[in-house]
């Protein structure tokens, strides 16, 4: 005769269904499967229409059904799902409402469930355990048997997506902290442990946790779902500042871009992810890193820097401003623009043309450089010489190419070819670069200034 094993419940949690109750019983499923080594559980429907989720590990005892912590897998909170009994003891009240009978077959018994008077108080009726011997003792592992009309595949299938292990999402990156999963394309998932407790509709990835905090275990509630985000940013954080996965870093490093255009994800949006991505980058591509309005206003450093191999990454200007104090991974400077433009001009060379080798456009223009001088009042003694080049170097302290530069020290003007397009900016050119051989004088200075107005009174003189 099957003895009386009171699981002292009276009702469940109504909002409880069965994809709940399935969902405690293929965790405990797969935790013993973890604990002991076994083979992963099955999870069927016979041909009678019972479905089974069975594992092969040690087999349940009625013990497992008191309502206490699991001394093995509070030892192993990293490898588990479940570690109090309540889960399973919930699973069967639920089954119980949902008209589902429920046989646990074991070799060391073999249980079903019933509703009984509690005893000493027949007014009180709560859902017993009925432990009978087994009807294998030499069964190994565990057998839940579930019989019922209103327990349906679909129902299976949902409880069996709650679980990493069955949802197939793929692994991007692996940390001591977990793992980073590719996000489905309806939403992102967390997951604790293999168990899905939460989705996200604006993070970039998926996340497993593995390693859990204090905090996290604290909100794994009995219902294991809808956890807030606040139990598991700080792992999903440590998660990605650990993962130097290529292709995490790379879909960071792009999404970060997505900020100007509010399409930016979650992740993105905490500084010290997104500083991650940026050294993580740095160190294994060629890259330069620039605002929104860097990239506007400095085409042709970024057209250079294209043409040298740098692959520009548009980042915040709060990131950017963060990145001129840090070194990537490998102990390198981040380069930003400010820093490709001075390895550009630390390396720059003139690319000089000869004028045999200008277009008959350009050799007409070329033909008026002693009208220009002409137009002064003559060649001044300190330029030595007036060359084309096809490169030029950047204007000092600027973001962008000069398109003509005084070199004191050679006595010589560069003027860029492209300024032969015509007359008028090619005697610019030359002109702006004698007020700077004149005065000695920097550009926005009180004595270029002069010397350029001077530069004009004296043309316009000449031609008024």
């Known amino acids: ?246 292709a995490v870093v790379e879909a960071l490093a792009d999404d970060l871009q997505g900020f100007e255009q509010g399409t930016q994800r979650d992740e993105t949006g905490w500084m010290d992810v997104g500083l991650h991505a940026c050294s993580q980058l740095n160190a294994r591509r060629d890259v330069i890193f620039l605002t929104p309005t860097e990239l506007r206003d400095a085409p042709d450093v970024v057209g250079r820097a294209r043409e040298d191999g740098y692959r520009p990454v548009v980042v915040p200007d709060n990131v950017r401003k963060r990145l001129r104090r840090m070194k990537d991974v490998d102990g390198n400077p981040i380069r930003d623009l400010d820093l490709y433009v001075r390895e550009w001009d630390a390396s720059f060379q003139f690319d000089f043309v000869d004028p045999d080798d200008f277009t008959e456009a350009e050799r007409a223009v070329w033909s008026r450089l002693d009208a220009v001088f002409d137009a002064l009042g003559g060649r001044p003694r300190r330029v030595k010489d007036v060359l084309v080049s096809t490169t030029m170097r950047p204007m000092a302290g600027q973001h962008f190419e000069a398109v003509g530069v005084w070199e004191p020290r050679e006595g010589r003007i560069v003027v860029r070819r492209d300024q032969l397009a015509s007359i008028e900016s090619f005697a610019g050119t030359v002109l702006h670069e004698v007020a700077h051989a004149t005065s000695g004088a920097p550009d926005v200075s009180l004595e270029f200034e002069h010397a350029l107005t001077d530069s004009l009174g004296t043309v316009a003189a000449k031609n008024v």
């Open 1 to 246: 005769m099957a003895r009386e094993f009171d699981l002292n419940i009276e009702q469940v949690l109504e909002h409880w269904t069965l994809v709940h109750a399935l969902r405690e019983v293929i965790a405990n499923a797969l935790d013993e499967s973890a604990l002991t080594g076994t083979a992963e559980p099955e999870i069927e429907r016979d041909a009678g229409g019972r479905v089974h989720v069975r594992d092969f590990g040690r087999g349940l005892r009625y013990e497992h059904l008191t309502q206490n912590e699991s001394t093995e897998k509070h030892e192993h909170p990293d490898v588990v799902v479940g570690k109090f009994g309540v889960g399973l003891k919930d699973a069967l009240a639920t089954f119980d409402r949902h008209d589902v009978d429920v046989r646990i077959e074991s070799a060391h018994a073999s249980v079903s469930t019933a509703t009984r008077p509690k005893a000493g108080f027949p007014d009180v009726t709560t859902l017993h355990a009925l432990v009978d011997e087994p009807t294998d003792p030499a069964r190994t592992g565990t057998d839940f048997v579930l019989e019922g009309a209103g327990l349906t595949d679909e129902h299976v299938t949902e409880a069996k997506a709650l679980f990493l292990h069955y949802a197939g999402d793929e692994v991007l990156g692996t940390t001591s902290y977990g793992q980073v999963l590719a996000r489905p394309e309806e939403t992102a998932r967390i997951y604790v442990n293999g168990l899905r407790v939460a989705t996200e509709d604006n993070f970039l990835f998926s996340y497993n946790i593995t390693s859990t905090t204090k905090a996290l275990r604290q909100a794994l509630n009995r219902e294991r779902s809808h956890v807030g985000r606040t139990a598991y940013t700080d792992r999903v954080k440590a998660i990605l500042l650990a993962c130097e996965s290529d």
